[in-house]
């Protein structure tokens, strides 16, 4: 199982050079696109038990790590087993990009939002930057709906934090509200906007307002509401 040299193969210099321009990681960035390690990472889960695979996988590349991610996303096994995964795999999170698609792969939380609920506020008092965008990212994936709407905003609320990747996150997942539920949030931001940071604030605002989801009415709304 020669996985890095098969990464190497699909190693594209010019996305190298562009990825570590964006992805601010200590790990050394190879340059192959998500939609090679996504194809790769299926391809193993074909011949392999996701054990072995994991076992076979450094931590020495950007890719490496974001392979684990998508193993873990992706392979059958027990909702308790995926938590050990998942809490084996956090700490080794340092960037924005392995974060974020990680993320997009757990859809077996689509099956077990109450229980996963749950998991998440047990880690939310961790102060790691990673793992508090970690929650945030996957409240946006998967909370923002009829159910958690208010709990998710709420939550957003109370986060207070000067990592920028976490204020991001924040304004990011604000602005998911705003497009699915645009009444009720921006009424939340409206009522709320003292209590909230005016970089991650304004942020929101200016990510509701380059969406195309969002009438232009709404955006004039928003425009009025910006400090």
């Given at each position: ?10 190693r594209n210099l010019n996305y190298q050079k562009f ?209």
């Amino acid at each position: 199982m020669d996985i890095v040299n098969t990464l190497k193969i699909n190693r594209n210099l010019n996305y190298q050079k562009f990825q570590s321009k964006i992805c601010n990681t200590n790990y050394e960035i190879l340059g192959v696109k998500v939609p090679i390690l996504r194809k790769i990472a299926s391809n193993l889960l074909k011949e392999y038990e996701y054990q072995e695979i994991l076992n076979n996988l450094s931590d020495d590349y950007f890719e490496t790590v974001l392979l684990q991610g998508l193993i873990i996303g992706k392979c059958h096994t027990t909702y308790e087993e995926k938590i050990n995964l998942i809490n084996h795999f956090l700490p080794k999170i340092d960037n924005w990009a392995i974060c974020d698609i990680f993320c997009s792969e757990l859809k077996f939380i689509k099956n077990n939002e109450e229980k996963f609920l749950k998991y998440l506020w047990s880690i939310k008092n961790k102060s790691q930057e990673y793992y508090q965008r970690f929650i945030i990212v996957i409240l946006l994936n998967y909370y923002i709906n009829d159910t958690y709407l208010e709990m998710v905003l709420n939550y957003l609320l109370s986060i207070k934090s000067s990592y920028y990747y976490v204020k991001m996150a924040i304004s990011w997942c604000y602005s998911v509200a705003l497009v699915k539920y645009f009444d009720k949030t921006f009424e939340f931001l409206s009522q709320n906007k003292e209590n909230i940071e005016k970089w991650t604030f304004n942020k929101a605002m200016q990510k509701g307002l380059e969406s195309f989801r969002i009438s232009e009415i709404n955006k004039n709304k928003l425009k009025n509401l910006k400090y």
